[in-house]
């Protein structure tokens, strides 16, 4: 005898469908109370960079633009948040004149508590970096001048803490623009602001 299908499965798979969109819904609005409520209970704050001394000692350029240095600097971070710590890992440092790399530098990764001001400290050393035409000439004209305007710039991969939940990997771009440093003043103050994207 032959057997029809019941008219009722159609309906129970539209149920199950239903339940399981309503279920992922449902853990969508959790997530976003939560991202929301962690939001508003941390009120994050930007952090704060700046270049706080900076150095130039034995610097010399040669007649066909080939340049060597030590560059020493300071570089402050500060953290206003409460709630919030940072961890920096694969730290870059570039000094750099115009448009071009002079000097270039890794850290060690390192963790900064909330609430917290930390002094960043690295010498970068440039050995016999060949520089254009034109940014040698204008190296000369300053170091003639006693003074040689600089731009420091730190590129790093963050991850934020809250109690126990990490974020993911963001990259962090810090850029110290036109820091004159002195070539008289071993060890310069200069407290100059930087800008920040994270």
């Not at 600097?73 to 440092?93: G, K, W």
């Not at 710039?153 to 126990?164: I, L, N």
Request: charged share 20%; glycine share 2%.
């Amino acid at each position: 005898m032959p057997t029809t299908a019941s008219p009722n499965h159609p309906l129970r798979r539209r149920s199950l469908v239903c339940y399981v969109f309503l279920v992922i819904l449902t853990l969508i609005f959790i997530l976003a109370v939560g991202f929301l409520i962690t939001w508003l209970v941390t009120k994050p704050k930007k952090l704060k960079y700046s270049l706080q001394n900076a150095s130039v000692q034995n610097f010399h350029l040669t007649d066909d633009n080939h340049m060597s240095a030590t560059f020493k600097l300071t570089i402050q971070s500060h953290n206003p948040n409460h709630r919030i710590s940072v961890y920096y890992n694969s730290v870059e440092i570039y000094v750099k004149f115009k448009d071009q790399t002079l000097a270039f530098d890794t850290m060690e990764p390192f963790h900064q508590p909330r609430m917290n001001v930390m002094q960043i400290d690295d010498t970068l050393v440039a050995q016999n970096v060949a520089v254009s035409k034109s940014n040698g000439k204008d190296l000369r004209d300053q170091h003639s001048l006693g003074k040689i305007e600089l731009e420091v710039y730190v590129r790093a991969k963050v991850r934020f803490k809250v109690a126990v939940w990490k974020s993911s990997h963001r990259t962090a771009h810090i850029k110290c623009s036109h820091a004159t440093v002195y070539l008289s003043q071993p060890n310069q103050s200069l407290n100059s602001s930087c800008e920040a994207d994270i």
